[in-house]
Structures are given as structure tokens and as C-alpha cells.
Nanobody, 121 residues
Framework: QVQLVESGGGLVQTGGSLRLSCAAS????????MGWYRQAPGKQRELVAT???????NYADSVKGRFTISRDNAKNTVYLQMNSLKPEDTDVYYC???????????????WGQGTQVTVSS
């Protein structure tokens, strides 16, 4: 059983900052890539940022220069530092991890429950 638990969402004014955290727990052998996605009601979930086990990062163009993804492998935790927030960043943010629960099985994708980020104008 694997769980991803997000925290750190909330309400912030335009130009403000928030830091999201996502901790993976349970039967985990190894974690490959971790990431953050976001979704507005009625829209498709979209990538925000990802980070590999080797710390290679990828960002959506809309957040480059404003958001920073990082991870603590010892804690199985990924972070998203969000600066210079804009109203269009308002969404539910979901954590994602691609991991193995044992040495022999295939990697699977796991998702957190989501955390609301609201940026007021």
C-alpha cells in the first residue's frame, strides 16, 4: 500500500509564494520520477514540473523562472516552491510518483489526493 500526501496549499495574493510538499509512504522499494500536476474544473490535468531520481527537472513553460521543484530522497518527499504567483495559477495541485514497491515488479504511477491553491487578484 502506497500513499502520497500533499500539504501546503492555500489562499495567497498575487505575487505571493507558497510551498507544496508531498510525502510518499508505505511499501516503497524505489522512486523514479516525482512531479506536480494541476487541474482546473472541467479541464485536463496538466504538467507543472517533474524531477527524476537523478535530480533532472522539467517545467511547464508557464511556470519557468517562478516555480522550483526539489526532492528529498531520504524522506521520499517532493516539494514545489511557487513564487510570483498569478491568478491563473489557481488550481488543484496533484503530486505524482512513479515507483516500485518491490525489486521485481514493474513501476507504477501513484497520485496524491490534491491540494487547492488559490491566488487572489
Amino acid at each position: 500500500q502506497v500513499q502520497l500526501v500533499e500539504s501546503g496549499g492555500g489562499l495567497v495574493q498575487t505575487g505571493g509564494s507558497l510551498r507544496l510538499s508531498c510525502a510518499a509512504s508505505g511499501s516503497i522499494f524505489s522512486i523514479n520520477r516525482m512531479g506536480w500536476y494541476r487541474q482546473a474544473p472541467g479541464k485536463q490535468r496538466e504538467l507543472v514540473a517533474t524531477i527524476t531520481s537523478g535530480d533532472s527537472t522539467n517545467y511547464a513553460d508557464s511556470v519557468k523562472g517562478r516555480f522550483t521543484i526539489s526532492r528529498d530522497n531520504a524522506k521520499n518527499t517532493v516539494y514545489l516552491q511557487m513564487n510570483s504567483l498569478k491568478p491563473e495559477d489557481t488550481d488543484v495541485y496533484y503530486c505524482n510518483a512513479i515507483l516500485r514497491t518491490t525489486r521485481l515488479n514493474f513501476e507504477r504511477v501513484y497520485w496524491g489526493q490534491g491540494t487547492q491553491v488559490t491566488v487572489s487578484s
